[in-house]
């Protein structure tokens, strides 16, 4: 299952298969997936285990540090698009691994929290992703090219697409008031609320990780809105109705949902009932 979410060291398939996929495919690996993964993950932490969670927490917590430390490292030396959301992706499974290393079989409020921020994060990287990779799709069918540099002068031609995928890229960074924010918020207070040594080195790896991120985000933002176009190009981008609504909805949904989070909190709640009889 680590190797299904992509999480080091089983994460080497995922770049090259990325960039090698159509886009389209790329998108549908990048979260149904992982997402079928973390399920399975889950299953076995909160059913399978059950009783016995803290024999497993020494290994999440490697795992969950080791993931989200080598994605984004590697991620900042990225120039193709895919590829640097291929890490991107990577790092994301660390950080939702992380509530698992302080998952507690004795503290039934811990465990409904990091169930809950995983779920809830789940939820939000799905829309997120989706809608970054409808960007890309639009993007790539006028550029011909997943370079960065590509992508230089993005805002001058199509500001649209430029403007969503900033809203998109924030999200990912946890910058509020992007529903990322609160996702990865419920993270950290997951982490935190086991109360031990361990959990706040979680954390502390977690804030590090999330500024390293913020570098390669910010970067192609940097390109979109601050660079040339390449050969002085700004042809329009022509992007197809069911393409543009995709970005729209996705677009809507991350705003919304930041501002009124309670929705995808009520949803994660639910999980609760199927992974925690009797709470």
Same mark, same amino acid.
């Given at each position: ?18 960039? %090698?996929?159509? @886009? ?6 990048? =979260?149904?997936?992982?997402?079928? &993964? ?9 059913? %399978?285990?059950? &009783? ?17 430390? $080598?994605?984004? $490292?590697?991620? +900042? ?16 499974? %660390? ?6 290393? =302080? ?22 990287? @799905?829309?997120?992703?989706? &809608? *970054? ?12 090219? %997943?370079?960065? @540099?590509?992508? &230089? ?17 924030? /999200? ?66 022509? @992007?197809?109705?069911? !393409?543009?609504? *995709?970005?729209?909805?996705? $677009? $809507?949904?991350? !705003? ?8 995808? /909190? ?7 009932? /199927?992974? +925690?009889?009797?709470?």
């Amino acid at each position: 299952f680590a190797f299904k979410v992509s999480a080091v060291p089983f994460h080497n398939w995922a770049p090259d298969t990325y960039e %090698g996929a159509p @886009t389209p495919v790329t998108a549908f690996l990048s =979260v149904a997936s992982k997402s079928a &993964g973390f399920v399975a993950i889950l299953q076995l932490v909160f059913i %399978g285990f059950l &009783g016995r969670a803290e024999t497993i927490r020494p290994f999440m917590f490697v795992l969950a540090a080791l993931t989200m430390t $080598v994605g984004n $490292v590697i991620a +900042l030396r990225q120039t193709n698009i895919v590829r640097l959301f291929a890490y991107s992706s990577v790092a994301q499974a %660390g950080f939702i691994l992380a509530p698992l290393a =302080v998952v507690s079989a004795t503290d039934s409020d811990t465990s409904e929290k990091v169930l809950q921020s995983v779920v809830m994060y789940l939820l939000v990287y @799905t829309v997120v992703n989706l &809608g *970054a990779f409808a960007v890309i799709i639009a993007v790539s069918r006028r550029t011909q090219s %997943g370079e960065i @540099t590509s992508w &230089g002068g993005l805002f001058t031609y199509a500001p649209g697409l430029a403007v969503s995928m900033a809203i998109f890229l924030f /999200a990912l960074g946890g910058i509020p008031p992007m529903v990322g924010w609160f996702a990865k918020f419920q993270l950290f207070n997951a982490v935190i609320s086991d109360g031990s040594a361990s959990a706040y080195a979680m954390a502390v790896i977690m804030a590090v990780n999330s500024v390293i991120s913020l570098a390669y985000y910010l970067g192609v933002m940097r390109t979109m809105f601050m660079d040339d176009a390449p050969h002085g190009d700004v042809t329009p981008v022509r @992007t197809p109705i069911p !393409l543009g609504a *995709a970005v729209a909805i996705t $677009v $809507v949904a991350t !705003l919304v949902v930041g501002v009124v989070p309670g929705v995808v /909190a009520d949803l994660a709640k639910g999980a609760t009932f /199927a992974f +925690l009889p009797g709470r």
